[in-house]
């Protein structure tokens, strides 16, 4: 398993901050926060990215994300087609082969399950036709809050099933996983080649109706059964990227390079019993 680092997790460090600290703390792989690329090529070239993540022995495992992409106006999804080209080019001259991709909330008014899935499908579908080209793979991420219209495991599975696109997996986030009350059972159903990314977390006890990103942990410091969740997911098959995905502001204030080293040292201790990790 290759064991990466995202930029969400330290949101107050820039993109050459979040390479510098995942490089000294051991991490082989980077998940680019989109927005933190946005500002790096402010004033950088993406040749110059690549070059700069080829000396931290980084491998740009993603870039994260495109969001809210159902549901949206038309002139708001031609923006979201624009947007999903524009990271295709930059993930290409990167050599980086993932995009995350993040369903919308659902409607006001509510919408059904079948709705959710069609409009999911039929957008998942054109992304797909424009990322192909660029030998990008979208990995399509369930949020497990309230408010989205993709909340669960097999509620994405579905959708990604029903989009029956090469290019098109899944992402699973065990925060969402978990405040969306997805089911153990669901993630052997899920063949291993479309898990595109498996982000690790941990999150406060509370209710689950009531948590929110803030209230995530470092991995084993929290109620999430990640035991069980990685025993299922080990018997997929499952051998990827495992990335480690906090957007806690409490720990956006630490050092980048020292809370790098934490999540990868506590990370390393829940995931040893499982999988060999890189």
């Not at 600290?21 to 926060?33: D, S």
């Not at 424009?130 to 408010?147: H, M, N, S, T």
């Not at 690790?200 to 990640?226: F, M, Q, S, Y």
Request: aromatic residues 8%; glycine residues 6%; contains cysteine.
């Amino acid at each position: 398993m290759l064991l990466g680092f995202n930029g969400a997790t330290t949101m107050k460090s820039d993109l050459q901050g979040d390479i510098s600290a995942a490089h000294e703390a051991g991490f082989k792989a980077l998940e680019l926060w989109a927005a933190k690329v946005d500002d790096y090529l402010h004033d950088h070239t993406l040749t110059q990215l690549k070059d700069s993540l080829r000396k931290g022995d980084l491998a740009p495992a993603s870039i994260n994300s495109l969001e809210f992409i159902s549901f949206r106006t038309p002139t708001d999804y031609q923006k979201v087609q624009a947007r999903c080209r524009q990271l295709c080019e930059w993930a290409q001259a990167l050599n980086c082969d993932r995009l995350v991709v993040v369903p919308s909330p659902t409607p006001e008014g509510g919408a059904t399950r079948t709705r959710i899935r069609n409009e999911s499908v039929c957008v998942l579908r054109e992304l797909a036709a424009i990322a192909q080209p660029y030998g990008v793979r979208l990995a399509f991420e369930f949020l497990g809050f309230g408010w989205c219209s993709v909340r669960t495991l097999s509620q994405a599975w579905e959708i990604v099933r029903a989009t029956d696109r090469p290019n098109v997996g899944l992402v699973i986030d065990t925060c969402h996983f978990y405040a969306g009350g997805s089911r153990l059972e669901s993630i052997v159903r899920v063949p291993s080649d479309r898990i595109l990314i498996f982000h690790i977390n941990d999150v406060e006890k509370r209710p689950k109706n009531t948590i929110e990103d803030a209230h995530r942990l470092l991995p084993g410091e929290g109620v999430i059964p990640l035991p069980q969740i990685l025993s299922r997911l080990k018997a997929t098959g499952y051998d990827g990227l495992c990335s480690i995905e906090l957007f806690r502001p409490a720990y956006w204030e630490r050092p980048a390079g020292e809370l790098a080293e934490e999540a990868r040292r506590v990370t390393l201790k829940v995931l040893s019993p499982f999988f060999n990790v890189a």
